[in-house]
């Protein structure tokens, strides 16, 4: 059965996988309400966990370094608590298969913003040439299909993980039908900002630093 997390540790891991987010990004990411949200994050802070941050009369939130030791201790202890160890197990196997899907899908998303020239040597992609986004975009669709298993199997575990694929669908398919932005756009909406999500959800609960040599870092 599906283990359901504990709000708090949603919402302190919201902030950790957006890297900063405001009130109502942090909220939405995690999935509780707004205002039980608004009230962790101040509860967070009190803490020491989290700290807001302004800069040109936009702000977010963004771990501490305490805040990321705590995330990891409680995503280890969530994983702990399942005393037939199946989730821990799910969560390292995710890894291993998202390992070569995540090449995949980052070689198409450079190859969507760059493209070899007449004389050979990479330029930026202008997008004029159907064929070669339509090659990316079927190469983006490819790495989604690939890593629907492994997200039904992370969230038959742990429920945090659901609606990773709806999201990806959602900016695969506003791509297909013309907004360039959501193939490798900045922000949560592309498909590569999504994808970046879940790498980072997939590290962080499996306990595996980023580069750090272990398949799918």
Same mark, same amino acid.
Request: net charge negative.
């Given at each position: 059965?599906?283990?359901?997390?504990?709000?708090?540790?949603?919402?302190?891991?919201?902030?950790?996988?957006?890297?900063?987010?405001?009130?109502?990004?942090?909220?939405?990411?995690?999935?509780?309400?707004?205002?039980?949200?608004?009230?962790?994050?101040?509860?967070?802070?009190?803490?020491?966990?989290?700290?807001?941050?302004?800069?040109?009369?936009?702000?977010?939130?963004?771990?501490?370094?305490?805040?990321?030791?705590?995330?990891?201790?409680?995503?280890?202890?969530?994983?702990?608590?399942?005393?037939?160890?199946?989730?821990?197990?799910?969560?390292?196997?995710?890894?291993?298969?998202?390992?070569?899907?995540?090449?995949?899908?980052?070689?198409?998303?450079?190859?969507?913003?760059?493209?070899?020239?007449?004389?050979?040597? +990479?330029?930026?992609?202008?997008? #004029?040439? %159907?064929?070669? $986004?339509? !090659?990316?975009? /079927?190469? *983006? =669709? &490819? @790495?989604?299909?690939?890593?629907?298993?492994?997200?039904?199997? +992370?969230?038959?575990?742990?429920? #945090?993980? %659901?609606?990773? $694929?709806? !999201?990806?669908? /959602?900016? *695969? =398919? &506003? @791509?297909?039908?013309?907004?360039?932005?959501?193939?490798?756009?900045?922000?949560?909406?592309?498909?590569?900002?999504?994808?970046?999500?879940?790498?980072?959800?997939?590290?962080?609960? &499996?306990?595996?630093?980023?580069?750090?040599?272990?398949?799918?870092?």
């Amino acid at each position: 059965m599906s283990r359901a997390s504990e709000p708090e540790l949603l919402v302190l891991h919201a902030v950790r996988v957006l890297g900063t987010g405001d009130d109502d990004a942090v909220a939405e990411r995690s999935g509780v309400v707004a205002a039980v949200a608004r009230e962790l994050l101040l509860d967070l802070e009190a803490s020491g966990h989290v700290t807001w941050a302004e800069f040109a009369g936009a702000g977010g939130w963004s771990l501490t370094e305490r805040g990321r030791g705590e995330d990891e201790r409680r995503l280890a202890a969530e994983l702990a608590a399942d005393p037939t160890g199946r989730a821990a197990a799910v969560v390292h196997d995710a890894l291993t298969a998202f390992a070569p899907l995540n090449d995949r899908l980052l070689r198409a998303c450079t190859d969507w913003q760059l493209r070899p020239a007449d004389d050979g040597r +990479l330029g930026v992609n202008d997008h #004029r040439d %159907a064929s070669w $986004d339509g !090659r990316v975009l /079927d190469e *983006l =669709a &490819a @790495a989604v299909d690939g890593v629907r298993p492994v997200l039904a199997a +992370l969230a038959g575990e742990l429920a #945090r993980f %659901a609606g990773y $694929d709806r !999201r990806l669908d /959602d900016a *695969l =398919a &506003a @791509a297909r039908a013309g907004d360039g932005a959501r193939v490798a756009g900045v922000g949560a909406t592309s498909v590569h900002g999504v994808w970046m999500e879940l790498h980072e959800d997939l590290l962080a609960t &499996a306990g595996v630093p980023r580069g750090s040599g272990v398949p799918g870092s």
